[in-house]
């Protein structure tokens, strides 16, 4: 994401990294993945990182936190969040703090992440943007395949004016209050439910 970043040139755009706190050396299969870009780009990317927008008042580097991490003007002064999941080559299904932000936030997202991730957060009664972008990328199986589906999203989000985002997030805008919401309310206590399967079964 980082090295289309660099190609794509969306210096003036209105995305922003906003966790891009490691080296690309984390992403795996490094040699694969830099193939596709020109020395240039790769040389920029290692350039830049690490980047620190977040995790700067946090004191272990590598053991952060959520609750350490969090900058409410970052979230001010974006419009879309690009949630770059845990996990996304190996569709290992992993939902964690990382998609709780925006909608904590009054965000909309799209997610970085394993196979049928959407398709989970509708199942705990979350909404997505469907309607307002082709979401058909989390029915794909292929990671390589799923980033470039994605990719094609941020592009032409990245067309537009500002006016013409303002008016986006306002049509979608009572779908981000819904979510949040809904996590506000959401009653999921993972040692209650254990406890009430092991009760169940005596």
């Known amino acids: 994401l980082l090295c289309d970043y660099i190609k794509y040139n969306f210096d003036d755009s209105y995305f922003s990294f906003i966790e891009l706190d490691k080296t690309l050396k984390s992403c795996g299969k490094i040699e694969d993945i830099l193939a596709e870009f020109d020395e240039d780009v790769i040389k920029k990317s290692f350039d830049i990182v690490p980047l620190e927008l977040d995790t700067k008042s946090s004191q272990n580097k590598i053991g952060f936190r959520t609750h350490n991490t969090f900058k409410k003007d970052l979230f001010l002064d974006s419009c879309i969040n690009i949630v770059t999941e845990t996990s996304m080559l190996y569709n290992e299904l992993f939902i964690s703090e990382k998609i709780f932000k925006p909608i904590l936030c009054y965000q909309p997202f799209i997610v970085l992440g394993p196979v049928n991730y959407l398709k989970r957060l509708k199942h705990y009664g979350f909404k997505t943007f469907d309607k307002f972008w082709d979401e058909s990328y989390d029915e794909i199986s292929e990671s390589n395949l799923r980033y470039d589906k994605v990719f ?51």
């Open 152 to 202: 094609e999203i941020i592009l032409e989000l990245n067309k537009k004016s500002l006016d013409e985002l303002n008016n986006l997030y306002k049509s979608l805008k009572e779908i981000c209050i819904y979510n949040r919401n809904h996590f506000v309310n959401l009653k999921i206590n993972a040692f209650d439910s254990t406890l009430k399967k092991i009760e169940n079964e005596w």
